[in-house]
């Protein structure tokens, strides 16, 4: 049975919310209309009255695109003046987790994963892509680790590049960046590796805040999960992670 991870909705609206601030800088200015799009969106769904999936996402067709940069390297000395392309595409559908039977009018406070979750990262050179992965929530039916990173395995690639062809699934590589903002940040810190940190620094502290706590708490009950489950067994580590199916209340706290 699938493990439906579930999420808040007031802890991810507030987080991306206080991370499109953060990193408003470094996008295009279509991009930040497009994360604030998919900030109301999701705020919009809790309050609708039923509990039928839908798709949160931002779409492949119009992603959030960061400026050029040469900074993936120190002091600019890239050899390429890249920028990323992420999208998005979660199916999550409206959960009641209060302790009060839900009234008709009462917004849901929670919503939970309806399927595998996908968050797509695209380097490109000028026009012509020159990488790609996505992180990934598995489902029952995922063969790799529940979170992972797979690269490539997508057929508009095939024609560029015979490696990672979508008929081959592997390597599934485990990760502990899950959300889209989690992935928003990576890619963020990587392509612009001398601005990120000061600039961040810089910023209110309130949005820092938000998007500290947030992913710290997130990455504690992960980490503590994934070593609750290691240490209860008598396998290598590595196999109960790839074999582990983590609890719907993993990322919420009751």
Not at 171 to 181: H, K, N, Q, S, Y
Request: overall charge positive; proline content about 6%; charged content about 30%.
């Amino acid at each position: 049975m699938m493990a439906r991870l579930r999420f808040s909705y007031k802890d991810t609206h507030d987080e991306l919310h206080a991370l499109s601030r953060l990193v408003a800088r470094f996008l295009t200015r279509e991009s930040s209309a497009i994360i604030g799009e998919a900030t109301t969106n999701l705020a919009g769904q809790s309050s609708k009255a039923t509990d039928r999936a839908w798709k949160w996402e931002i779409k492949i067709e119009r992603p959030l695109r960061t400026k050029p940069s040469k900074s993936y390297q120190r002091d600019g000395k890239g050899a390429l003046n890249i920028h990323a392309c992420i999208s998005f595409k979660w199916p999550i559908q409206n959960v009641w987790l209060g302790k009060k039977a839900k009234k008709k009018r009462d917004p849901y406070t929670h919503f939970q994963l309806a399927g595998s979750a996908t968050t797509r990262i695209e380097l490109v050179n000028g026009e012509d892509p020159v990488a790609m992965w996505r992180f990934e929530i598995g489902d029952d039916a995922a063969p790799g680790c529940h979170f992972h990173v797979q690269v490539l395995q997508d057929e508009r690639y095939e024609c560029l590049c015979r490696m990672f062809p979508k008929a081959l699934d592997v390597p599934r590589l485990p990760t502990f960046l899950i959300t889209p903002m989690d992935a928003i940040q990576f890619v963020i810190a990587e392509l612009f590796q001398d601005e990120w940190p000061g600039h961040v620094d810089k910023q209110r502290e309130v949005d820092r805040n938000t998007c500290r706590n947030q992913q710290l708490r997130r990455f504690h009950r992960l980490f503590d999960w994934q070593l609750k489950e290691m240490k209860k067994s008598t396998r290598p580590p590595w196999t109960v992670l790839k074999l582990a199916q983590p609890e719907p209340d993993l990322i919420v706290e009751q």
